[in-house]
């Protein structure tokens, strides 16, 4: 198993809709979770960190399931700008990305 | 505010011969320094951190060196690139103390021929 796995996509979805992306973890005894979002040819850029208790951002809400292992993204009324990949950290992982196209 | 810089943005090098990335960091003190690959559709592969001057920690056995001369300075090097060194190497930095949020470098893009 990968110490860091993601579905690498595309998910291709329309404008307003809401999606979400999980990623799965191997080391249980991890403590930091983190989601960026990285542009195509682009650095990745922090998004969020995510809190044990789960955290929103505005349209952008991350949870942490220690239970089964993953940490989730959902993005609400998603806009044409969030096409992108996201990438999730798992100390000191990442993984490989999760890209998303957001239709007009 | 801190910024990372990186250069140069974009090299084009014959397999063998030397490379040397430069990263720097402004305007935080003593940061933890990470140098990543990531291949073209691929995760970030971290090749080396340091938490001071002079401390490098090599993550994967590799063609590559990493040095750390100054507190805010991160050099990624090599004496004879090879076809497989290809990809987009991104620095980071992040706040001493263990693991913590990394804010990325614009990175470089190495083609080796």
């Known amino acids: 198993r990968k110490e860091v796995e993601q579905d690498p996509g595309p998910f291709n979805v329309p404008e307003g809709a809401t999606v979400a992306f999980n990623c799965t973890y191997s080391n249980s005894a991890s403590q930091s979770f983190f989601w960026y979002r990285q542009d195509c040819r682009k650095e990745p850029k922090l998004l969020m960190s995510v809190y044990s208790s789960g955290n929103e951002d505005g349209r952008f809400t991350a949870q942490l399931n220690r239970a089964s292992q993953y940490i989730s993204l959902l993005i609400r009324d998603s806009k044409l700008s969030d096409s992108a990949t996201y990438l999730c950290?798992?100390?000191?992982?990442f993984g490989s990305g999760t890209k998303l196209n957001v239709k007009p | 505010s801190q910024t990372i810089h990186q250069w140069p943005a974009t090299l084009v090098q014959p397999v063998g011969s030397p490379l040397s990335l430069e990263c720097t960091v402004e305007g935080t003190s003593n940061p933890n320094l990470y140098w990543y690959r990531q291949a073209a559709g691929r995760g970030l592969q971290l090749l080396f951190y340091?938490?001071?001057?002079?401390?490098i920690s090599s993550e994967v056995p590799q063609n590559l060196s990493a040095s750390r001369p100054q507190d805010r300075q991160f050099i990624l090097s090599s004496k004879k690139l090879l076809l497989s060194d290809s990809g987009f190497y991104l620095c980071?930095?992040?706040?001493?103390?263990?693991?913590?949020?990394?804010?990325f470098g614009p990175g470089t893009r190495l083609l080796v021929l």
């Open positions: 340091s938490v001071g001057i002079g401390q």
């Open positions: 980071a930095w992040g706040v001493a103390g263990g693991w913590e949020t990394q804010y």
């Open positions: 950290a798992v100390k000191p992982t």
